[in-house]
């Protein structure tokens, strides 16, 4: 083995091995088994006792999301008063937590516990917090800005920015009434859940005011002037401080009763943490809007000398002298913080809420997709992706099984990057799996069909391998930079499950590149190196094709958008407002309380509320305590605004289904309220704005790398493909009695953004195989160098297809609910995606140019760094 292949094989072999240690353990483990194995003592009596009876509790609970809060409570339960300190080792917990000892051990069991695949609220299930918001306390300044339903907006984005600064990935957070906010925060500790509780219900109403100048001598005096107020400075340890060294004592002052010139958090731009240069200590600086810095600098220059009171939420945190005039916009805030109190902070003042939140219920909740609709997803994927690796087993033989090998690291290392930076798994960040892994299977599909051309020009074997990545990288690289173009931008401006998808896939396509260009390459040259190989067995069932595609393009382009036409209108003017489920329009919710002896099947609960034809329900079990509930979500009736009563809603009508076919469950109404959607506007401007500069992005990178009409048809393609999926799926309310059909979802919004990566990935290898003609000279006129690239792709483009085509269809075949919908819109895609590469992307080409050759110039037009790439992949 030569020191090139050397290198490469511990490259690999260090990947595979680092991705395997970041998987492992994949599945939390029990809580009480932590507990028993992590403690030091053994034959203790009470030890025994306790988790006896921990797992006499645990064993009598339902399994599913609300297994993990349970556990804990039973293992608290179990222990009462004992003091389980003697159990572990010395230093196993802080000398701040002696306070709390046994909740600090449990805390960091759990932590410990906690296995590396972070599922979602989809998936796993989690916590609710049922949030009040109080806008008689709301900020002055903001509130004659706000009005009505706009608090609730407002506070529903602020929290959403919250929480992601928390790391907790992909909430749901929406409206429940006039004045309640509901967020589910997927599978938390109990240390992660006091955090987020703190954090959501924190006002961080920052004020600026000015103290008395005469405060000490006022408060010692008893005298409180006009117009001021006392308040305590509470002496807080700082962070670095010596523990033997006594904090400093609280201090009372005279300060102003309201922000001086109204300055308040409102005008604060920007807030991070930093470090005090000469503490060490963390402070919060902050920059001022452009009205803000003015007033700040008034107030500095008004009041020189003076002390400035910095209040969050009422309490002063620090009073500083102002020594000089401050102009620049900027400050500092310092309050012996720790490091969490500091970034907390930071991040509420970053998201100040218009009015104080308070938590009115917490409870463990259930996957909201349901057991039957995970296990029949992951089935199908499993399924779907055994297909496609048969498929290139069989198709092409011993090339196939290196494949397959590249296929299998692949999906290591993809989950192996997505534990490591601690993404969770979502069915949006699903989706972007099921684009990447259909990218690597495209990547040596192109591979592959360029070593059967390079074969049938008479090369050897060797040489026909090297030829074969030589030419295919820059299609691949191409094809994947263009698609990380989108996925990155999603990853900047997306927020929620469009960041979450773009996350998943901009991992999956940096290791689709290492896979296909470095892992295949290494195993066929140990193979090549085993022997004198003379031949390359593969299957070729589509030999040497000669259609004439572009003879059926006009009339393919005017029925196509046509469709699109049709498609929409019908959508937008007959289904109106029925195409929006509830995660984008809001429904009605009902909580019903029940007899768990007789509790009935989730899945029996949602194939009865099908039966009213409300479209896709959502079902969810929650616990409080001791207490039960389901909680069950529908789409609002389409004549809400008429139907004033409440027992005309479609929450009453589920209620009454759900008493009528399971009496022996006993359901009584606890709520039936109405609920905004989960898929706000934020996130619907950021998916939408994400998408329009990936389209631009794309633009100006084709652009470069080919030719300018090249690039106008690419994103005109990507466009057509979107509309084209938008008017297939509102089509099909007319198959649906009723005509209400499928209906936007949070999963709708996944597919088309898995659509857009699918589409431009095709039309590039198109593109591709043009420029690489028309460079090599090739004869003929502009149309036949189109269609003759169209058929010397069309292999690699039926195959590629077909692969991601099975494994979608398996998944609309067995995947139920949320998936299917998915699954259906991708399928839609799929098909779309390979038509318009042919007759929208190829044709607009052709017609730009009026049927001439474009001057693209003889060279590669490569960049020199790929030029690089490509020489050290050709000499590997």
Partial sequence: MNRSHLWKLLLVLFTVFWAASEIYPPKARNLIDQFDKTAIVANDTALTDIIAKARKLDATQPAGGIQDTLTYSNLVAAIGTNDVRKYFPTNYISRDSIAAPTQAILNRLQREAAGKFNLGIDLRGGTQFLLEMDTSKAATNQARLLQGTAFIDQAIEVLRKRVDALGVAEPIIQSAGENRILVQLPGLTEAAKEAARSQI????????RILDPQSSDHVKSGRIPPGYELKVIRARRSANANANVPPERDETILIRRSAEKGLTGSHIERANVSHNINTGEPEIQFTLTGDGAKLFGDVTTEHQGHRLGILLDGEVISAPNINTPITGGSGVITGRFSEKEAMDLASALENPLAAPLRVMEERAVDPSLGKDAIDSGLRSAVFG???????????????????????LINVLLLLGGMCSLGVTYTLPGIAGIVLTVGMAVDANVLIYERLREELAAGKSIRGAVAAAYSKAFGTIFDSHLTTMISSVLLIILGTGPVKGFGVALTIGLLVSLFTSLVVTRLIFDAWLATGDRKSLPMLHLIKSPNIDFMRLAKPAFITSWLIIVIGLGYGIGIRGKNLLGVDFAGGDTVTLRFDVAAKPAREDIRRTIEELKLGEPQVQYQKEGTKEYLRVTVAHAADAAKANAVEQSNGAKAEAILKAKFPKAAFDRVQL?????????????????????????ILIYVAFRYEFSFAVGAVVAVLHDVLMTIGIYCLTGLFHEGGLG?????????????IIGFSINDTIVIFDRIREDLRLGKRGSFREIVNRALNETLSRTLITSGTVFIATLVLFLFGGGPINDFAFTFLAGIITGTYSSIYIASALVLWWHKGERPKLGMTSGVPTEIVEIEASVKAG
Wanted: aromatic share 16%; hydrophobic share 60%.
């Fill in 201 to 208: 219900q924190r006002a961080a109403y920052l004020e600026f």
């Fill in 742 to 754: 499928r209906q936007f979802n949070a999963t709708f919004i996944a597919a088309l953004l898995t």
């Fill in 385 to 407: 992706v055994l297909a496609v690796a048969g498929f290139m087993l069989v198709y092409y033989l011993f090339a196939g099984f290196v494949a397959n090998v590249a296929l």
């Fill in 673 to 697: 309220d109405t609920v905004g959607p989960t898929v706000g506007f934020e996130i619907q401007k950021a998916a939408v704005l994400a998408s329009l500069l990936s389209l631009f992005g």
